[in-house]
Structures are given as C-alpha cells and as structure tokens.
C-alpha cells in the first residue's frame, strides 16, 4: 500500500512536459507506423518553410515535385 501511494504522489508531481513525453513515447512504441507518418509530415513541413519564400524558378522544383502549390501572398 505505502508503494502505491509513493508511486501516486510522484505521478501527481509529475510536470506535464514529462507526461507528454510518456503519451508520445506509448504512440511510438504501439503504432510505429503512426509514428513514421508523423515524423515524415513533420520533415515536410520543415522543408516547406525553408523553400516556401525562395523567388519563382528553377529552385521551386521540389515544390512542384510534390504537388505543392507556392502560397498567394
């Protein structure tokens, strides 16, 4: 009993940077290939912002690769 209450009182001081830490690494281990999904949009979305004000051209290739549309500004 005096363990179980030990272990409460920690879950409950637990910060929540540290459960969501836990959630993600349950999504991980249980669906892997959510996982994989996820972490590839993420990688897209970082080279989205880094091609997403490069001028009209040639540059815009992996853009148009993919299907993307350049943004209206």
Known sequence: ???EIVERLKRSFQSDEDKISLIARA???TYPDIANRIEELFAEARLWR???DMPEGPQLDAIADRGWERDEK
Do not use: E, R
């Open 1 to 3: 009993m005096n363990a």
């Open 27 to 29: 999504i991980v281990d």
């Open 50 to 52: 880094q091609v997403k």
